[in-house]
């Protein structure tokens, strides 16, 4: 379903996804039969037909419960508890209100949150693995109190979702204390690959996204990419964003006419910067939303400093239609697009873009999704992560541990005064 082009990439006349063949035969053996490195991590790779159908059942259950016994669903979660969900969310759509908290320290944002669901009676899906994490601990202390000063401890009781480990950690024991509804984040998936799972099935299924054409697009990606070889886009992709890598581009600016792409990127980033960046390696990811950033990043995109390249997401068809009308005695010299489709003029621009871009310096690369719909953008999160897989391998790092997200929250726990952590506040406050 997914379709790679490297056509427009600038990549030296002789190089070759064979030339990586070797390399990526391995890395594809290593996350299909878990050899490789962080191997406790791959139960995304079989998920799509692997999956836990009882559970998927009691998913759906609870989201038709949410829909028809409350008002809005609050997800509560940080980075992978929440980027997946949101992105699918804001990419196709939804037909009941949705919110999502935990995923910042602002005190604004949240009482603007709070405000918003004043005379709501919303239900709240609070995901964590360990149930410790600052952001989405701290939010779901603050829901947790207002759903029981309101309804009771029976009633926050009904309202409470809780996506957690299976067996152990804080969250989880408060599930089990106090008879929340609870699915499981498992074992072997990580949180940035865990959009397959309740972490993000829940959260979409009660704002009406289609999960079961999500996971049967998955699925088919699955499949598909899973019969390795040269044909392989996922192995195109990550030959061609090694080589480019390699040849002074560290920068990778991912791209989308579509502006409700946005969150689908943020999601990226997190995929491919937590995966991809450790061990001073790996490259990193951008995002611009085209055509309005050509009007601001434009500049710097087209005659900026050459250590950066793009790559296109397009989706090929439209949902809808739509045509240039015409209009008399309109001075704005548009009268030569009367009846083009608005899907004509934005191929154009991205046509123009591309060849100007190409020319500037900047290679090229493309990955074309059939429709923005369930199926296709199912097919897209399972490209990305196994593109991802591949791509870390590629580069020699652990695509699936993340040290480096550990400093911050030590620090901040010293400097919050945190018990066990009274000597490394004494250095930092000495530091600040």
Same mark, same amino acid.
């Given at each position: ?13 002789d ?15 290593? *996350?299909?039969?878990a ?15 692997t999956?836990d159908?009882?559970?998927y059942?009691?998913?759906?259950a ?5 829909r ?23 990419l196709?759509?939804?037909d ?16 603007s949150l709070l405000?918003t669901?004043?005379g709501?009676?919303?239900a ?10 600052t ?19 029976d009633?926050?009781?009904a309202?409470?979702?809780?996506t957690?480990?299976?067996?152990r950690?804080? *969250?989880?024991?408060l599930a ?25 099935l ?31 886009p %996922?192995?195109?992709?990550?030959? %061609? ?38 061990n ?8 611009v939303?085209?055509?309005?950033d050509?009007?601001s ?37 548009l ?8 899907d004509?003029?934005q ?5 123009g873009t591309?060849l ?8 090229? *690369? ?5 429709r923005?719909?369930?199926k296709?953008?199912g %097919? ?12 870390c391998? *590629? ?7 993340q040290?480096?997200v ?5 620090n ?18 000495e530091?600040?």
């Amino acid at each position: 379903m997914i379709t790679f082009d490297s056509a427009h990439s600038g990549i030296a006349a002789d190089f070759g996804v064979d030339s990586y063949a070797y390399r990526l035969k391995k890395a594809h053996s290593d *996350l299909l039969n878990a050899t490789g490195k962080g191997s406790d991590f791959v139960g995304w790779v079989h998920l799509p037909e692997t999956y836990d159908k009882a559970e998927y059942a009691r998913i759906h259950a609870a989201a038709k419960t949410i829909r028809e016994q409350y008002d809005a669903l609050v997800v509560i979660g940080i980075g992978g508890s929440y980027l997946g969900s949101r992105a699918v969310l804001d990419l196709l759509g939804g037909d009941f209100p949705v919110y999502f908290a935990g995923n910042t320290l602002s005190t604004d944002a949240m009482v603007s949150l709070l405000k918003t669901l004043e005379g709501k009676d919303y239900a709240v899906n609070v995901i964590s693995k360990s149930g410790t994490t600052t952001e989405p601990a701290v939010a779901f202390r603050i829901f947790k109190t207002r759903l029981e000063a309101k309804h009771g401890t029976d009633g926050a009781r009904a309202r409470i979702f809780a996506t957690t480990d299976a067996a152990r950690g804080a *969250l989880k024991t408060l599930a089990t204390a106090q008879g929340y509804e609870s699915f499981v984040v498992p074992d072997d998936v990580g949180g940035r690959y865990s959009v397959l799972t309740a972490v993000g099935l829940l959260p979409l299924a009660a704002a009406g996204i289609d999960i079961d054409a999500l996971m049967s697009g998955a699925q088919a990606e699955r499949l598909a990419l899973h019969q390795g070889g040269l044909d392989n886009p %996922a192995w195109q992709y990550a030959a %061609a964003r090694n080589a480019l890598y390699h040849d002074g581009k560290k920068i990778e600016v991912l791209a989308c006419y579509e502006p409700s792409f946005r969150f689908f990127a943020e999601w990226f980033k997190q995929l491919f910067g937590e995966s991809e960046g450790k061990n001073g390696l790996g490259v990193f990811p951008a995002s611009v939303e085209f055509t309005a950033d050509l009007h601001s990043m434009g500049q710097y995109l087209q005659e900026g400093e050459r250590i950066l390249f793009e790559t296109v997401v397009r989706f090929s068809q439209s949902l809808e239609s739509l045509a240039v009308p015409a209009d008399l005695g309109s001075a704005d010299g548009l009268d030569f697009l009367v009846g083009q489709s608005l899907d004509f003029v934005q191929a154009q621009a991205e046509n123009g873009t591309r060849l100007a871009h190409v020319d500037g310096g900047v290679p090229n *690369l493309a990955i074309t999704v059939p429709r923005r719909d369930a199926k296709s953008v199912g %097919a897209l999160i399972y490209f990305f992560e196994f593109a991802c897989g591949l791509c870390c391998y *590629l580069l020699g790092v652990n695509p699936f541990d993340q040290p480096g997200v550990e400093a911050y929250k030590k620090n901040m726990f010293a400097l919050l005064g945190k018990p066990g952590y009274e000597d490394l506040a004494a250095e930092l406050k000495e530091k600040m």
